[in-house]
Antibody, heavy 120, light 110 residues
Framework: EVQLVESGGGLVKPGGSLRLSCAASGFTFSSYSMNWVRQAPGEGLEWVSSIHSSSSYIYYADSMKGRFTISRDNAKNSLYLQMNSLRAEDTAVYYC?????????????WGQGTLVTVSS | QSVLTQPPSTSGTPGQRVTISCSGSSSNIGSNTVNWYQQLPGTAPKLVIYSNSQRPSGVPDRFSGSKSGTSASLAISGLQSEDEADYHCAAWDDSLNGWVFGGGTKLTVL
């Protein structure tokens, strides 16, 4: 069974940093692309970032470029999101999602999400 | 606002067929496939349609998807109370070089 478990969320002040982690199990992690998608309270879904199975290709939404860094450790079956210079508008539930294959990023499985709150 | 356009809400009675539309442009729906996600209250989204019209295993055949030009639709037939949820469409956008979503449609089963 595919499982994605996020951790690392919490309350952080504007301008602060946070590192999210996603522990994957139930599939061959190194064979799949991975993504982060977020959802602000009461709002729709917003794509954050995607990473190829081999880390060869990385994509970011424009509003996250230069502030967020996605990475993965295939040996540890883990996905990460380093978030710097956080703003109030970054407050959201952050979901770790699996891509449908190594080369395609369509989100097929989702974790339960971790809440990030940016507030003074 | 969202790059893809969905109606904010729709409703139907048990047994009815409802459709949810998703409108985009040539850079997203017009040139890439569309996926649909169901989000039950307080839970994470779940993939119900991928590649415009394909159903993942375990998704009832009451759910179907279609695409024409720069628009896509999700249809749910034989509506059940358990279908009450938010539905989101998504597609890759070649101009933005990233994924775009619709704003979500809240389906109420009356």
């Amino acid at each position: 069974e595919v499982q994605l478990v996020e951790s690392g969320g919490g309350l952080v002040k504007p301008g602060g940093s946070l590192r999210l982690s996603c522990a994957a199990s139930g599939f061959t992690f190194s064979s799949y692309s991975m993504n982060w998608v977020r959802q602000a309270p009461g709002e729709g879904l917003e794509w954050v970032s995607s990473i190829h199975s081999s880390s060869s290709y990385i994509y970011y939404a424009d509003s996250m470029k230069g502030r967020f860094t996605i990475s993965r450790d295939n040996a540890k079956n883990s996905l990460y999101l380093q978030m710097n210079s956080l703003r109030a508008e970054d407050t959201a539930v952050y979901y770790c999602t699996r891509g449908i294959s190594g080369d395609y990023y369509d989100f097929d499985y989702w974790g339960q999400g971790t809440l990030v709150t940016v507030s003074s | 606002q969202s790059v893809l356009t969905q109606p904010p809400s729709t409703s139907g009675t048990p047994g009815q067929r409802v459709t949810i539309s998703c409108s985009g442009s040539s850079s997203n729906i017009g040139s890439n496939t569309v996926n649909w996600y169901q989000q039950l209250p307080g839970t994470a989204p779940k993939l119900v349609i991928y590649s415009n019209s394909q159903r993942p295993s375990g998704v009832p055949d009451r759910f179907s998807g279609s695409k024409s030009g720069t628009s896509a639709s999700l249809a749910i037939s034989g509506l059940q109370s358990e279908d009450e949820a938010d539905y989101h469409c998504a597609a890759w956008d070649d101009s933005l070089n990233g994924w775009v979503f619709g704003g979500g449609t809240k389906l109420t089963v009356l």
